[in-house]
């Protein structure tokens, strides 16, 4: 009498259709259960909180300035309302919080599961690390690009609204506004997918952050626009393509002075969350757990 074998491995049974072992989770389930982990903390709330609330008050303070600064102007100045009215929108020291925010937050969305020792039990359930990654990945995207769109309109809106009673206001449609406004919206899904990178590479929670904000904020600070080579190493960090898109003038006039370009400061806003994401994919594949 012969006996029915299994072309698996030796003492193991085969899985039966349905069960969680010959079921392969879809991308979407992925996306679905990385969604749950991140709206199931606390924390994420409070921090988008914050990174919606300052920036908004940072343009109230801004705007606040120069209304009230606003008899002191010169006849130039008052005949030029864009050249405050745009930073008044999207003041760089409310949008520094964002990049903080968004790169903590997805620094954490990895670096927080090492540290807990819960990565174990994911790749237990999803073998895939590299679409679970990418899971993260697409959730980091959708709700800080969400979070950065109610911080952009929301900061614009307040600053015009003050500027309006010294009739300083710029129009959306003014010549470089736009720019500005998806700049100011898309900083934040740019600095939480480098978060993201960085939070794999290092695996830790507190090391990643001082990381993050030192590559993203104080780096570039070490690089002046004074001299060409410099100028180019201090252009290609994102911090500083979002002070160039913010802007709807250039100081390329200036003699010695080297501004970035705005082909490169959009470039800086894709090469760096497509090379941290590539980047989390190649390592969770070819690093233990």
């Given at each position: ?10 003492g ?10 010959s079921?392969r ?10 969604w749950?982990?991140?709206?199931s ?10 990174a ?5 008050g940072?343009?109230a303070?801004?705007?606040?300035a120069?209304?009230?600064?606003w008899?002191n102007y010169?006849?130039l ?9 745009v ?6 020291e409310g949008?520094v919080v964002?990049?903080l925010?968004?790169g903590?937050?997805?620094?954490l969305?990895m ?9 174990r ?5 999803v ?5 679970v990654?990418?899971?993260?990945a697409?959730?980091?995207a959708a ?10 309109l929301?900061?614009?809106a ?5 500027l309006s009673?010294?009739?300083?206001t710029?129009?959306?449609?003014y ?10 919206a898309?900083v934040?899904?740019v600095c939480?997918?480098v978060g993201l990178g960085?939070g794999?590479l290092?695996r ?8 993050l904000a030192f590559v993203?904020?104080?780096?570039p600070?070490?690089f002046?626009?004074t001299k060409?080579?410099s100028a ?5 960090f994102?911090?500083?393509a979002?002070g160039?898109l913010?802007?709807?003038w ?11 370009t705005?082909?490169g400061s959009w470039l800086d ?6 090379a941290a994401?590539?980047?989390a994919?190649w390592?969770?594949?070819?690093r233990d757990?």
């Open positions: 009498m012969s006996t029915v074998t299994s072309p698996g491995r030796a193991t049974a085969p899985a039966l259709p349905g069960t969680a072992a079921v989770p879809r991308f979407l389930d992925l996306v679905g259960a990385e749950i982990k991140f709206r903390l606390r924390s994420t709330w409070w921090t988008l909180l914050v919606i609330l300052v920036p908004w940072a343009a303070a801004a705007a606040m120069d209304y009230d600064n008899p010169g006849p100045e008052k005949a030029a309302p864009h050249l405050f009215a930073h008044d929108s999207w003041p760089l949008y964002v990049m925010a968004a903590a937050l997805g620094a969305a670096a927080g599961e090492y540290g807990s020792g819960l990565i039990t994911t790749t237990v359930a073998p895939a690390r590299g679409s990654v990418l899971a993260k697409v959730v980091q709700v800080w690009t969400a979070a950065g769109w109610v911080c952009a929301g900061s614009y307040i600053a015009q609204g003050i009673g010294r009739h300083a710029i129009a959306l449609g010549a470089g506004v736009p720019r500005a406004l998806v700049a100011a898309t934040a899904p939480a997918l960085i794999t290092v830790h929670a507190g090391g990643t952050i001082g990381i993203v904020l104080l780096l600070q070490f002046s626009q060409q080579w180019d190493v201090r252009h290609v994102p911090v500083s979002f160039r913010t802007e709807v250039t100081a390329s006039e200036r003699p010695g002075f080297y501004p970035a705005i082909t806003y894709l090469v760096w969350p497509l994401v590539l980047l994919v390592v969770v594949r070819r757990v």
